[in-house]
Protein backbone atom coordinates (compact mmCIF):
# COMPACT_ATOMS: atom_id res chain seq x y z
CA UNK A 1 0.00 0.00 0.00
CA UNK A 2 2.93 2.37 0.66
CA UNK A 3 4.63 1.81 -2.29
CA UNK A 4 2.11 2.13 -4.17
CA UNK A 5 1.15 5.58 -2.48
CA UNK A 6 4.31 6.21 -2.99
CA UNK A 7 4.94 5.48 -6.69
CA UNK A 8 2.19 7.45 -7.56
CA UNK A 9 3.62 10.47 -5.52
CA UNK A 10 6.81 10.22 -7.66
CA UNK A 11 4.88 9.56 -10.89
CA UNK A 12 2.35 13.43 -10.04
CA UNK A 13 5.97 14.64 -9.25
CA UNK A 14 7.16 13.79 -11.79
CA UNK A 15 4.55 14.65 -14.16
CA UNK A 16 4.72 18.62 -12.37
CA UNK A 17 8.25 18.79 -13.46
CA UNK A 18 7.50 17.94 -16.88
CA UNK A 19 4.82 20.64 -17.15
CA UNK A 20 6.38 23.72 -15.25
CA UNK A 21 9.29 22.84 -17.46
CA UNK A 22 7.44 22.76 -21.08
CA UNK A 23 5.10 26.07 -19.20
CA UNK A 24 8.65 27.89 -18.08
CA UNK A 25 10.69 26.99 -22.24
CA UNK A 26 6.86 28.02 -23.63
CA UNK A 27 7.26 31.18 -21.71
CA UNK A 28 11.12 31.97 -22.33
CA UNK A 29 10.43 31.49 -26.00
CA UNK A 30 7.14 33.94 -26.02
CA UNK A 31 6.63 36.39 -22.81
CA UNK A 32 10.49 36.36 -21.75
CA UNK A 33 12.06 36.05 -25.38
CA UNK A 34 15.88 35.87 -24.90
CA UNK A 35 17.46 39.68 -25.41
CA UNK A 36 20.62 40.41 -26.66
CA UNK A 37 23.51 40.58 -24.10
CA UNK A 38 25.66 43.80 -24.00
CA UNK A 39 29.38 42.52 -24.59
CA UNK A 40 31.93 44.55 -24.66
CA UNK A 41 35.33 44.46 -25.55
CA UNK A 42 37.73 47.48 -24.30
CA UNK A 43 41.32 47.02 -25.01
CA UNK A 44 43.86 49.54 -23.12
CA UNK A 45 45.65 52.20 -25.58
CA UNK A 46 49.00 51.19 -26.36
CA UNK A 47 51.98 53.16 -28.31
CA UNK A 48 52.50 50.93 -31.35
CA UNK A 49 54.87 53.79 -32.79
CA UNK A 50 57.21 53.80 -30.18
CA UNK A 51 60.90 52.59 -31.23
CA UNK A 52 61.09 49.59 -29.51
CA UNK A 53 58.09 47.62 -30.43
CA UNK A 54 58.00 44.17 -29.54
CA UNK A 55 56.85 40.96 -32.04
CA UNK A 56 54.17 40.23 -29.84
CA UNK A 57 52.27 42.42 -27.48
CA UNK A 58 50.91 41.47 -24.02
CA UNK A 59 47.66 44.45 -23.84
CA UNK A 60 45.46 44.77 -20.94
CA UNK A 61 41.92 44.18 -21.77
CA UNK A 62 38.70 44.01 -20.28
CA UNK A 63 35.63 42.26 -21.42
CA UNK A 64 32.58 43.67 -20.08
CA UNK A 65 29.24 41.09 -20.56
CA UNK A 66 25.83 42.72 -19.52
CA UNK A 67 23.30 40.04 -18.88
CA UNK A 68 19.71 41.79 -19.75
CA UNK A 69 17.90 38.10 -19.14
CA UNK A 70 16.12 36.48 -16.47
CA UNK A 71 17.91 33.92 -16.39
CA UNK A 72 21.73 33.36 -15.82
CA UNK A 73 23.98 32.90 -18.54
CA UNK A 74 27.41 30.34 -18.05
CA UNK A 75 29.66 29.95 -21.00
CA UNK A 76 33.11 27.95 -21.70
CA UNK A 77 36.55 29.54 -22.49
CA UNK A 78 36.45 31.54 -25.15
CA UNK A 79 38.46 33.51 -27.52
CA UNK A 80 38.03 36.76 -29.45
CA UNK A 81 39.56 37.12 -32.68
CA UNK A 82 40.92 40.52 -33.77
CA UNK A 83 41.60 40.88 -37.05
CA UNK A 84 42.55 44.05 -39.41
CA UNK A 85 41.28 44.00 -43.01
CA UNK A 86 40.49 39.73 -42.82
CA UNK A 87 44.15 39.33 -41.43
CA UNK A 88 44.01 37.61 -37.71
CA UNK A 89 46.19 39.77 -35.77
CA UNK A 90 45.62 39.52 -32.26
CA UNK A 91 43.76 36.61 -29.73
CA UNK A 92 41.84 37.36 -26.45
CA UNK A 93 41.43 34.62 -24.34
CA UNK A 94 38.15 34.41 -22.18
CA UNK A 95 37.94 32.53 -18.93
CA UNK A 96 34.62 30.99 -18.72
CA UNK A 97 31.97 32.79 -16.46
CA UNK A 98 28.79 32.62 -15.11
CA UNK A 99 27.00 36.30 -15.76
CA UNK A 100 23.89 36.21 -13.50
CA UNK A 101 20.33 37.23 -14.57
CA UNK A 102 19.96 41.06 -14.81
CA UNK A 103 23.76 41.87 -13.99
CA UNK A 104 26.85 43.00 -15.89
CA UNK A 105 30.63 41.25 -15.18
CA UNK A 106 33.81 42.59 -15.85
CA UNK A 107 36.70 39.99 -17.22
CA UNK A 108 40.20 40.98 -16.81
CA UNK A 109 42.24 39.81 -19.63
CA UNK A 110 44.49 40.58 -22.34
CA UNK A 111 44.97 41.26 -26.15
CA UNK A 112 48.11 39.03 -27.76
CA UNK A 113 49.09 40.97 -30.50
CA UNK A 114 50.99 40.25 -33.08
CA UNK A 115 52.42 43.70 -33.93
CA UNK A 116 54.32 42.67 -37.07
CA UNK A 117 51.26 41.59 -39.00
CA UNK A 118 49.58 44.42 -38.50
CA UNK A 119 52.40 46.69 -39.35
CA UNK A 120 53.66 44.75 -42.20
CA UNK A 121 49.96 45.37 -44.05
CA UNK A 122 50.36 48.40 -46.24
CA UNK A 123 46.95 49.45 -45.53
CA UNK A 124 47.70 50.26 -42.05
CA UNK A 125 50.37 53.09 -42.78
CA UNK A 126 48.04 54.40 -45.37
CA UNK A 127 45.29 54.35 -42.64
CA UNK A 128 47.68 55.67 -40.07
CA UNK A 129 49.72 58.16 -41.89
CA UNK A 130 46.78 60.45 -42.56
CA UNK A 131 44.63 60.29 -39.88
CA UNK A 132 46.71 58.45 -36.86
CA UNK A 133 43.80 56.12 -36.79
CA UNK A 134 42.62 52.95 -37.71
CA UNK A 135 40.06 50.50 -36.82
CA UNK A 136 40.07 46.87 -35.65
CA UNK A 137 37.05 44.16 -35.63
CA UNK A 138 36.93 41.83 -33.08
CA UNK A 139 34.91 38.63 -32.81
CA UNK A 140 33.70 36.41 -30.21
CA UNK A 141 31.47 33.37 -29.95
CA UNK A 142 30.70 32.47 -26.30
CA UNK A 143 29.07 28.76 -26.38
CA UNK A 144 27.26 28.20 -23.18
CA UNK A 145 23.75 27.63 -21.56
CA UNK A 146 20.70 29.86 -20.35
CA UNK A 147 19.69 29.08 -16.68
CA UNK A 148 16.35 29.82 -15.20
CA UNK A 149 14.71 28.98 -12.39
CA UNK A 150 18.38 26.61 -11.42
CA UNK A 151 17.33 23.22 -12.78
CA UNK A 152 16.45 24.38 -16.68
CA UNK A 153 19.34 25.09 -18.53
CA UNK A 154 18.92 25.52 -22.60
CA UNK A 155 21.82 25.78 -25.00
CA UNK A 156 22.80 28.89 -26.48
CA UNK A 157 25.32 31.11 -27.65
CA UNK A 158 26.83 34.51 -27.76
CA UNK A 159 28.38 36.47 -30.57
CA UNK A 160 29.73 39.71 -30.61
CA UNK A 161 31.69 41.84 -32.79
CA UNK A 162 33.46 44.79 -31.99
CA UNK A 163 34.94 47.39 -33.93
CA UNK A 164 37.42 48.94 -32.38
CA UNK A 165 38.99 52.32 -33.25
CA UNK A 166 42.52 53.11 -32.33
CA UNK A 167 43.51 56.54 -32.35
CA UNK A 168 47.21 57.66 -32.41
CA UNK A 169 47.77 61.08 -32.53
CA UNK A 170 50.01 62.46 -30.69
CA UNK A 171 49.01 63.31 -26.82
CA UNK A 172 45.42 61.43 -27.60
CA UNK A 173 45.68 57.90 -27.39
CA UNK A 174 42.92 55.98 -27.24
CA UNK A 175 40.32 53.21 -28.14
CA UNK A 176 37.03 53.22 -28.34
CA UNK A 177 34.81 50.03 -28.87
CA UNK A 178 31.26 49.76 -30.43
CA UNK A 179 30.22 46.59 -30.41
CA UNK A 180 27.06 44.53 -31.28
CA UNK A 181 26.14 41.22 -29.47
CA UNK A 182 23.78 38.25 -30.35
CA UNK A 183 22.28 35.44 -28.69
CA UNK A 184 20.86 32.12 -30.38
CA UNK A 185 18.89 29.34 -28.32
CA UNK A 186 19.42 26.53 -30.00
C1 LIG B 1 49.78 38.59 -20.59
O1 LIG B 1 49.69 39.36 -19.39
C2 LIG B 1 48.80 38.83 -18.41
C3 LIG B 1 48.67 39.82 -17.28
O2 LIG B 1 49.85 40.46 -17.01
C4 LIG B 1 49.32 37.46 -17.94
O3 LIG B 1 48.46 36.91 -17.00
C5 LIG B 1 49.40 36.54 -19.16
O4 LIG B 1 49.94 35.28 -18.78
C6 LIG B 1 50.25 37.16 -20.26
N1 LIG B 1 50.11 36.28 -21.42
C7 LIG B 1 51.15 35.83 -22.12
C8 LIG B 1 50.85 34.83 -23.18
O5 LIG B 1 52.27 36.26 -21.92
C1 LIG C 1 33.07 47.34 -15.56
O1 LIG C 1 34.07 48.21 -16.03
C2 LIG C 1 33.55 49.42 -16.60
C3 LIG C 1 34.70 50.18 -17.20
O2 LIG C 1 35.78 50.30 -16.31
C4 LIG C 1 32.82 50.19 -15.51
O3 LIG C 1 32.27 51.36 -16.06
C5 LIG C 1 31.70 49.31 -14.95
O4 LIG C 1 31.06 49.97 -13.88
C6 LIG C 1 32.25 48.00 -14.47
N1 LIG C 1 31.14 47.13 -14.09
C7 LIG C 1 31.17 46.31 -13.05
C8 LIG C 1 29.96 45.48 -12.81
O5 LIG C 1 32.15 46.26 -12.30
C1 LIG D 1 31.59 48.25 -37.88
O1 LIG D 1 32.01 48.87 -39.08
C2 LIG D 1 31.38 48.35 -40.24
C3 LIG D 1 32.04 48.97 -41.47
O2 LIG D 1 32.43 50.26 -41.23
C4 LIG D 1 29.89 48.64 -40.15
O3 LIG D 1 29.22 48.10 -41.28
C5 LIG D 1 29.34 47.98 -38.90
O4 LIG D 1 27.98 48.28 -38.75
C6 LIG D 1 30.09 48.45 -37.67
N1 LIG D 1 29.66 47.66 -36.53
C7 LIG D 1 29.26 48.21 -35.40
C8 LIG D 1 28.91 47.26 -34.30
O5 LIG D 1 29.19 49.41 -35.25
Not at 146 to 160: C, D, E, R, S, W
Request: charged share 15%; aromatic share 10%; net charge positive.
Amino acid sequence: MAKSRLKICLSVSAMLFIIVSIVTIALIFTVFKPKDPNIVVHVEPVDLLSPDMPIIMNISTLVTIGNPNFGSFEFKKSYSYVTYHDTVVGTVPIESQLVPAHSEINVSTYTLMTVNKLINNPDFWKEVVPGYKFTLISKAEFPGKVIVLKYIKLKGTAYNTCNITVNMAPGSHDVKSICNSQIKIH
